[in-house]
Nanobody, 124 residues
Framework: QVRLVESGGGLVQAGGSLRLSCAAS????????MGWFRQAPGKEREFVAA????????YYADSVKGRFTISRDNAKDTVYLQMNSLKTEDTAVYYC?????????????????WGQGTQVTVSS
């Protein structure tokens, strides 16, 4: 069965950095788009970043462009989200997700597999 396990969340001061990891298992993901989404308290889940596993093409939300970088390690079946210059508004639960078709790489309903989430808290 497909499993996506996130790690790397925590508490960091504004301006700091964190790197999230998403370990994928259960099948081959080389045709997927892998994405990161986040949900803050009282808000809807929103797209953060995505990467095409095979081609490496990337997509970013405007709010994180230039600060976050998504990457993948094919040998480890792991996707990363490097988050720099963190702001208090980045505080949220971050979810890793897999989109098997690759269509609509920024739309959450196209992602059929989700991890359990990891909390990121940015203090002022």
């Amino acid at each position: 069965q497909v499993r996506l396990v996130e790690s790397g969340g925590g508490l960091v001061q504004a301006g700091g950095s964190l790197r999230l990891s998403c370990a994928a298992s259960g099948r081959t993901f080389n045709r997927d788009v892998m994405g990161w989404f986040r949900q803050a308290p009282g808000k809807e889940r929103e797209f953060v970043a995505a990467i095409n596993w095979s081609f490496g093409s990337t997509y970013y939300a405007d709010s994180v462009k230039g600060r976050f970088t998504i990457s993948r390690d094919n040998a480890k079946d792991t996707v990363y989200l490097q988050m720099n210059s963190l702001k208090t508004e980045d505080t949220a639960v971050y979810y890793c997700a897999a989109n098997p078709t690759g269509w609509g790489p920024t739309i959450d309903r196209n992602f059929g597999f989700w991890g359990q989430g990891t909390q990121v808290t940015v203090s002022s």
